[in-house]
């Protein structure tokens, strides 16, 4: 039982947001930092305001996507990922050295772009509408060679290398539909409580830029258009996406947690069923692969390729590695008759429900 969580939940349920950000939630806040000498003042935290952004629209292959708009990159990275997918050609066969080398060499261009040049559009220029255009993807693809990997440091420039997520999808009987992501960053945030409140903060800052050149908790190497600002929102990699089959009617609603892999997650779910055809289970089950541009290297989620594929691509000048765990996303798909829901295997504690 969580009686102080469950009297903070009531209180924003008849107060609203006020209630945290003016009224005694705020005062707990205040109180705690006052005893641990933190830095949040009542003042602050009456000063936030919400921000509307514009969802992200984008095509893949004739489907649209709806997604997380900056100061998330994810929207972004997932479209230019894709854009330069759907310029390289029809996929190769799920599992093969071809596929797992055109998605690395995608998204490693695709985070070079996000690690440099993204931020808060509120406090930095930000060249979304190229980033996102798809003759920009093409002259990318162009760069894509067939059969070697190029180093990271062969594009990135200026920039030299030196858990807790939640993501739900809903979707109710009308078809009207919900991705959320949301993040405290690290496993219990900050570590710190509110005693109280029943909550704790999170570790949000590191999704900055704290020191560039140095990696963050997720080994990103970003820009200085992710720096600190009084006021500023952090670059993240939250990724709430829906997608629109070529006729306009929902297909599917996704997202993940998991620090930058939450890019990788999502698009290669999208991925598995617009290019691979596959169900949602065997989409969400697939093996995974993920890569950031720095560290210059392509997860391979263990055991899921063949050593020969593992091989190859190692031939191919890819440093590759095997780990555990890319991401953990959850889904809906519109299947006919229906909806099917699934929650990825990699997660401890979460489920798929319909009522
Ligand atoms: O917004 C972001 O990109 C990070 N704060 C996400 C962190 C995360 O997914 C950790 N969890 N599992």
Not at 28 to 53: N, S
Not at 211 to 238: D, W, Y
Not at 270 to 291: E, G, K
Not at 326 to 334: D, G
């Amino acid at each position: 039982m969580q009686p102080a969580l469950a009297h903070t939940i009531q209180l924003i349920a008849d107060s609203g947001a006020a209630a945290f950000y003016r009224g005694s939630i705020a005062d707990t806040i205040a109180a705690q930092m006052q005893r641990d000498g933190g830095l949040i003042t009542k003042e602050d935290l009456a000063r936030y305001r919400p921000d509307w952004r514009e969802p992200l629209r984008s095509t893949y292959r004739g489907y649209s996507l709806i997604s997380m708009p900056p100061s998330s990159s994810g929207g972004t990275t997932i479209t230019e990922t894709l854009n330069i997918l759907e310029a390289y050609g029809p996929a190769a066969r799920f599992g093969s050295a071809e596929r797992v080398h055109a998605v690395a060499s995608a998204s490693q261009r695709a985070f070079i772009d996000r690690n440099s040049k993204l931020g808060d559009p509120a406090f930095v220029k930000i060249p979304l509408a190229q980033l996102t255009s798809k003759s920009y993807a093409r002259a990318i693809a162009k760069t894509i060679s067939r059969d070697h990997a190029d180093p990271t440091s062969r594009f990135a420039s200026g920039i030299r290398e030196g858990n807790e997520t939640t993501h739900y999808s809903v979707v109710d009987r009308f078809g009207n539909a919900v991705a959320t992501t949301t993040t405290l960053n690290d496993l219990y945030g900050s570590g710190v409580y509110v005693r109280g409140a029943g909550f704790f903060l999170n570790d949000e800052m590191d999704d900055f830029t704290s020191k560039p050149g140095t990696p963050n908790m997720f080994g990103l190497i970003q820009g200085e258009a992710n720096a600190i600002a009084p006021g500023k929102r952090m670059l993240s990699a939250m990724s709430p996406t829906i997608v629109l089959d070529p006729k306009g009617q929902l297909l599917l609603i996704a997202g993940a947690r998991g620090g930058p892999r939450i890019i990788s997650a999502t698009s290669q779910v999208i991925l598995n069923i617009i290019d691979h055809r596959m169900s949602l289970a065997d989409a969400m089950n697939a093996p995974r692969i993920h890569h950031q541009s720095y560290p210059d290297s392509v997860q391979l989620e263990t055991g899921g390729f063949d050593s020969a594929v593992v091989a190859r691509l190692a031939r191919m000048g890819h440093f590759v590695y095997e780990k555990a765990g890319v991401a953990s996303a959850a889904a809906i798909m519109r299947v006919k008759g229906g909806y099917e829901g699934f929650d990825d295997r990699r997660t401890r504690g979460g489920a798929a429900v319909g009522y």
